[in-house]
């Protein structure tokens, strides 16, 4: 009889999430964990998804949209670049290449920039560089943090400091060892003959948003001189203006007299490095800047005149209308909240944290929060859901912790609608 029963008929509405969901189930890799949004388009702090139903960014694509969305500077940066120039290779020189290494350099310090797609690659290039430094010696290994991220191709997930980019890709890349962050006395006792370099990153991101201490950093510096190892930082997520400064380390390390002159001896960068557009880059501090001379790293794509021209964009818009101010003053509006919102809720919320835009607010756990304990789903993707439903993206990282990585260009109107309505999430689950 089964065979008697007509199909039902075609929905009367066609659902577009549906149909680009389909598209992706059928066609794309699925290695990502995805929420159930499809997006189309944006302006300013603000994104759209395919039902024309608007949310409020407070992810800003995992900090990399630092100008928000379809910025007119950008837009017009990539159209005038385009009709000159969009790619010629590293065989030629190209002005807007040199123009943007120069700008870094001089937010940074005495040195020169190598420029490449992602900050995996980026990191990826600390490495070599390391490697070449050590080489003649028979030094390779590179200490990096737990709980650290570096990206993962299969040098940054034997870098990253976490064991669930690892599993199922052994063996790994041999060369790198993790030592507890924040711990100076674990590093110095961690080295061995072999060890070259110290990987870690000013405020961990994808580890929950933990900060390194001003003592910390100095006394890596310290410990790297002593042992003529290289101090390396990832700045790809904590860089490019997201604490207030240009790079979280001249931010921690304000109101230091002691730390005047602290410098890394390589940084590499990424995310908000091209407002939108994919690129990435590393810093190499002056002594150094030289040991990867001609035929010993390449990448087709790197500091394209379309990438650069964007790049300098970016940084001009971000000086020009000193978004590293705004980015202090609401920032640590932010967090005061946030603290507030953890004092006031703490069955829900068991900390707030961070620094400018890199800000984290810890969740109880799921088993701790009522409506969060019958589902499968970490606190921090279920609290996420129902930022969605009230209309504001924001970022898990890990299991329990919610991560704000607003545009610089955040207004506070916009800002205390993001707290509002997380206040809101938060007393639905109090
Ligand atoms: C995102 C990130 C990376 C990896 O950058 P990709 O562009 O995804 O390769 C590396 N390090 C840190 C700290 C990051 O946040």
Avoid at 69 to 94: C, D
Avoid at 135 to 145: Q, S
Avoid at 183 to 200: F, G
């Amino acid at each position: 009889m089964k065979e008697m029963v007509p199909s039902p008929p075609p929905p009367l509405v066609h659902n577009q999430f549906e149909s680009v969901r389909e598209l992706f189930s059928r066609h794309v890799v699925p290695s990502y964990g995805r929420f159930n949004l499809a997006l189309s388009h944006g302006t300013g702090t603000h994104v759209f998804d395919v039902a024309g139903r608007r949310y409020l960014d407070l992810g800003g694509g995992i900090a990399v949209c630092c100008l928000g969305h379809a910025h007119p500077a950008i837009t017009e940066a990539l159209a005038a670049q385009s009709r000159k120039l969009l790619h010629v290779s590293n065989l030629y020189y190209t002005e807007p290449q040199g123009r943007l290494a120069a700008e870094l350099v001089r937010r940074l310090g005495a040195g020169k920039v190598f420029f490449c797609n992602s900050g995996a690659e980026a990191n990826e290039g600390l490495f070599k560089l390391a490697r070449k430094f050590g080489n003649d010696e028979g030094r390779f290994e590179i200490l990096t943090a737990t709980n650290s991220f570096h990206g993962r191709t299969l040098a940054g997930i034997a870098a990253t400091g976490q064991d669930k980019v690892k599993k199922g890709f052994e063996p790994m890349t041999p060369g790198f060892r993790h030592i507890p962050y924040n711990d100076l006395a674990a590093a110095r006792a961690a080295l061995s003959p072999a060890t070259v370099a110290i990987l870690i990153e000013g405020i961990q991101g994808e580890g929950g948003v933990a900060p390194a201490t001003p003592e910390y950093l100095l006394g890596l510096r310290a410990l790297c001189d002593e042992k003529r190892l290289l101090l390396l930082l990832d700045g790809v997520q904590d860089g490019h203006y997201r604490t207030g400064r240009f790079q979280s380390f001249q931010r921690i390390l304000e109101g230091r007299p002691e730390a005047g002159g602290f410098l890394p001896d390589g940084l590499s960068m990424a995310k908000a490095l091209g407002g939108g557009f994919p690129m990435g880059a590393f810093w190499v501090r002056a002594p150094f800047a030289d040991l990867l001379g001609p035929g010993t790293h390449a990448t087709t794509f790197g500091g394209t005149p379309l990438a650069c021209a964007v790049a300098l964009k970016v940084l001009e818009v971000i000086e020009r209308e000193r978004l590293d101010e705004n980015v202090r003053k609401l920032g640590e509006w932010l967090l005061r909240e946030l603290k507030r919102l953890a004092e006031t809720y703490p069955s829900v919320v068991r900390d707030a944290r961070g620094l400018g835009f890199l800000l984290g607010l810890e969740l109880a756990g799921k088993e701790e929060i009522p409506a969060f304990a019958a589902e499968e789903k970490p606190a921090a993707i279920q609290f996420t859901n129902r930022m969605h439903q009230a209309g504001v993206l924001v970022v898990p990282a890990g299991a329990r912790v919610i991560r704000l990585l607003p545009p610089l260009n955040l207004k506070p109107l916009e800002a205390g609608e993001g707290i509002s309505k997380i206040e809101e999430v938060i007393k639905s689950l109090a």
